[in-house]
């Protein structure tokens, strides 16, 4: 993006409300059975977001908020919070970065996600949310590790 380049952000084409994300926005995916994944949301509200590999982040993907679609990136249309979409390949792609969440330990039952934040710096638009977990230097394995231990 050239430099004085600004996108303005709207919560829909036929109403032009101007919006911007506030601190405090993320998106957190969460890797259900079979491929489904669950998008859950804080201080978001916009139509669309794209999952692409990121330029941040060392083999990790980044959400792009409201942009323009690039080649190989992964939308999810019309989004909301609680949304569920069958995306077997996201998922895949997706459970590197994840981290594991015991839900019954009886069971062995379990989910796995991601966390997706704004962090200063990101983008010059704003709207690049990145692993939180990747981007502070914690592996998932330690910060499963950090919510077990928190949950006793």
């Known amino acids: 993006m050239s430099q004085g380049t600004q996108i303005n952000f709207y919560n829909s084409p ?3 409300t101007h919006y911007r994300m506030e601190s405090g ?3 957190d995916l969460i890797l259900l059975k079979d491929g489904w994944v669950r998008v859950e949301m804080k201080n978001m509200d ?8 990121s330029d941040t982040l060392e083999q990790a993907l980044d959400i792009v908020v409201d942009d323009l679609v690039h080649k190989g990136d992964f939308v999810i249309d019309q989004i909301e ?11 895949a792609a997706l459970q ?6 015991v839900v019954d330990m009886n069971t062995g039952l379990f989910y796995s996600y991601i966390r997706f934040g704004l962090v200063d710096g990101g ?4 709207n ?4 939180l977990n990747r981007y502070n230097g914690i592996s ?7 919510l077990f231990e928190n949950e006793k």
């Open 25 to 27: 926005s993320f998106i």
């Open 140 to 146: 998932n394995v330690e910060y499963a590790q950090m």
């Open 123 to 126: 983008a010059e638009a704003g």
């Open 128 to 131: 690049v949310f990145v692993d």
């Open 46 to 53: 916009c139509e669309k977001v794209m999952v692409r590999n």
């Open 81 to 91: 919070d609680g949304k569920v979409i069958y995306a077997p390949v996201l998922a």
């Open 96 to 101: 590197r970065q994840a981290v594991p969440v």
């Open 14 to 16: 036929m109403e032009q």
